[in-house]
């Protein structure tokens, strides 16, 4: 007689994944009536992707279209691929993509790829196919970082990337803690999460305000291997949590978030520092990166491991040595208490003040949404087909904000805000 076949739990909450779908939609792009969406994902966030697709087309959707990635074809490249491949990028796709923007389509990436997955791979390879893809991405992401439209980023517990994490245990065990850090990192294990969502934007909208009002010129950061001096950029201003985008629609780009940001002076960055988390770069763990910036360029680099890796980043282009963003997070933020390492930007990003090399956001200028890219270039706002955040806070750090006149002003002590 057979046995009876018992049940194997799901190792993701269905109810908190669908509340996950459900904040993206109505927190994170807002969609509106008629509007298309266009949504790129691992072939592993299948449920997420489904769940998504059906609250967006409940609250009004024109067309939802999905672009899937999957490792496996991504290594079949680099196992089996001409030389010449490397330096090839579907432009076609991007192009098509950036029109479906331009025509009013807003974005969706559900993010959860094995941050490792490259790590073995020829990282001259990795860097020739990165800058490709950047350069073919240009047309498509421009619509993105000048935030001509609502965009979201949301994650899903992609198996291998659950593994890197928790290593040790199952992969049902793994799957289901990293499933857990998400919906608490994204605020939907709470029974409201679209109130509890309100109210972390009235938070942060109060220290973006703060900071507008003080209207520092510079920002002085000092710990251990730190003392840097970053400028910020002329009529800068300060956003975090939702925000207006250029269409109109407010939304929430990333989901979680923790930061108040804004544009430093591409010229104005002076000093050294030290990053205080690991950086999961394509692939390579970067760590212990030290810089050293002159007239707001990186003029020495090195880290403890994935140095070169982190040069060949540098050498992408002249404005991947300056900086495109300096951000404000606590240390006591949710994502840094938890004490998990995510080797994923969005997550360790938003548990520790960052600061980006390349692109700037247009949106974090006052008017920006009616300044030409000169004007943003001339007001000190940099370019660059690379936009890569690294944590640089810590308990340890202190930041002063600086007046025009020299004056000085707490603004974080040991990590918190003063």
Not at 136 to 150: T, V
Request: hydrophobic share 40%.
């Amino acid at each position: 007689m057979n046995a009876p076949l018992q049940s194997v739990k799901n190792p993701v909450d269905p109810v908190k994944l669908e509340k996950l779908a459900e904040v993206a939609i109505k927190i994170g792009l807002q969609l509106q009536k008629g509007q298309d969406l266009v949504m790129t994902a691992p072939i592993a966030a299948l449920p997420l992707v489904r769940l998504i697709t059906k609250h967006a087309y409940k609250a009004g959707a024109g067309l939802v279209t999905t672009f899937y990635a999957d490792e496996e074809t991504t290594l079949a490249r680099y196992a089996h691929a001409p030389d010449e491949s490397f330096d090839r990028a579907s432009d076609w796709l991007y192009e098509g993509m950036a029109r479906a923007y331009a025509g009013g389509a807003a974005r969706l990436a559900i993010a959860g790829d094995n941050p490792m997955l490259l790590s073995a791979q020829d990282p001259t390879k990795v860097a020739r196919a990165n800058k490709a893809n950047s350069i073919a991405y240009k047309p498509a992401l421009e619509k993105i970082s000048n935030f001509d439209i609502n965009w979201n980023i949301v994650s899903y517990p992609n198996p291998s990337w659950a593994k890197q994490m928790f290593p040790d245990d199952p992969e049902a065990v793994a799957v289901e803690k990293l499933a857990n850090a998400i919906f608490a990192a994204s605020r939907v294990d709470v029974d409201d999460p679209i109130a509890a969502w309100k109210e972390h934007n009235a938070n942060l909208h109060q220290r973006s305000n703060w900071l507008n009002e003080e209207r520092f010129a510079a920002l002085h950061f000092t710990g251990p291997g730190t003392n840097l001096t970053i400028g910020l950029a002329d009529g800068h201003e300060w956003h975090g949590g939702a925000s207006v985008a250029k269409n109109g629609i407010t939304c929430n780009p990333n989901i979680p978030t923790e930061e108040v940001f804004t544009t430093p002076h591409a010229l104005r960055v002076e000093g050294h520092v030290s990053s205080t988390k690991p950086l999961s770069h394509q692939g390579t763990l970067i760590d212990n990166i030290q810089v050293r910036f002159e007239g707001g360029r990186i003029v020495e680099a090195k880290a403890a491991r994935g140095e070169e890796v982190l040069n060949k980043v540098l050498d992408t282009d002249e404005g991947a040595r300056r900086l495109g963003e300096v951000a404000l997070v606590p240390h006591s933020s949710p994502i840094s208490a938890s004490g998990i390492l995510f080797y994923n930007t969005l997550f360790d990003e938003n548990a520790s003040c960052h600061i980006a090399l390349g692109q700037c956001y247009s949106k974090c200028f006052l008017d920006g949404a009616s300044l030409s890219q000169e004007q943003i270039r001339a007001q000190g706002g940099n370019a660059s087909l690379i936009h890569i955040d690294w944590m640089i806070g810590s308990g340890e750090v202190d930041i002063d904000g600086v007046r025009a006149d020299g004056g000085r002003v707490p603004v974080m002590r040991k990590g918190e805000w003063a």
